[in-house]
């Protein structure tokens, strides 16, 4: 018996040993606690562990002081490496086109720019985003949900233009369980051009009319001239525009 409980307890050690290595490269790099700075310099962005959200995923709050008005949003675990890139790699003066949900830990953690970090009152009415106080103009929105969706990349250069933006930064969520309410604000039928199987990008999903789209072709890794990938991960892509 004592042959065999020592047995077990050398099992236990070896799995507790596997799963802690396998989650720490599962899970993206974040904080050493569950309230610290996401490195804004300048804005000091805080960020605090909340929970989870409906997938169950982690769930960070973002926080930070802005021109005089307190600036808060969510944080996404994993986009941390590609903040981190950012922050080595552009100059303070760098601008983003991304979707809204990614705006406030650019500006927060980056101190650089985000053509949009707020939902319109137009999205929020179709239900998609919640407990949000700021609002951005509708218009900005529908800019970039158009610049990421559309078919014609001259659309996207010139949308990026319009808005002085020097880079593109999606997300796998973005091609993936985001998608639907992007195309839901454009006013079009999102089956026409994916139906998610999942949270992230899936090649798979995409309709013959949804992998002509800018945001499916960069995500899938196809070149597009003029729009540079400058960084990657399992989760981020970022892109100058030249």
């Not at 407990?131 to 158009?146: F, G, I």
């Not at 969520?173 to 899936?202: C, R, V, W």
Request: net charge neutral; hydrophobic share 40%.
């Amino acid at each position: 018996m004592p042959r065999t409980r020592t047995l077990i307890l050398i099992i236990a050690v070896v799995i507790a040993l596997v799963v802690g290595t396998v989650a720490s490269f599962v899970v993206p790099p974040l904080l050493a606690s569950p309230s610290s700075s996401c490195g804004g310099d300048i804005y000091n962005a805080k960020v605090v562990l909340i929970g989870q959200d409906e997938l169950g995923k982690q769930l960070y709050n973002l926080t930070y002081p802005k021109n005089g008005e307190h600036e808060n949003g969510l944080y996404y675990a994993y986009t941390s490496n590609a903040l981190t890139w950012i922050k080595n790699n552009t100059t303070s003066s760098a601008t983003f086109l991304n979707w809204w949900d990614y705006g406030k830990e650019i500006i927060g953690c980056t101190t650089r720019n985000s053509v949009i970090s707020n939902p319109s009152t137009q999205l929020i009415a179709l239900g998609f985003a919640k407990n949000v106080t700021e609002r951005d103009l509708n218009q900005s929105l529908v800019d970039v949900a158009t610049a990421l969706f559309t078919t014609n990349v001259t659309l996207t250069k010139s949308t990026a233009s319009k808005y002085g933006a020097n880079y593109i930064f999606i997300t796998t969520e973005d091609g993936g369980e985001k998608a639907p309410y992007i195309l839901q604000l454009l006013g079009l039928k999102s089956m026409d051009y994916i139906t998610p199987s999942g949270t992230t990008f899936n090649s798979k999903d995409w309709t013959s009319l949804g992998q002509q789209t800018v945001i499916y072709r960069l995500l899938s890794g196809q070149n597009i001239a003029g729009l540079n990938q400058v960084y990657s991960d399992v989760y981020v892509k970022i892109f100058e525009i030249s």
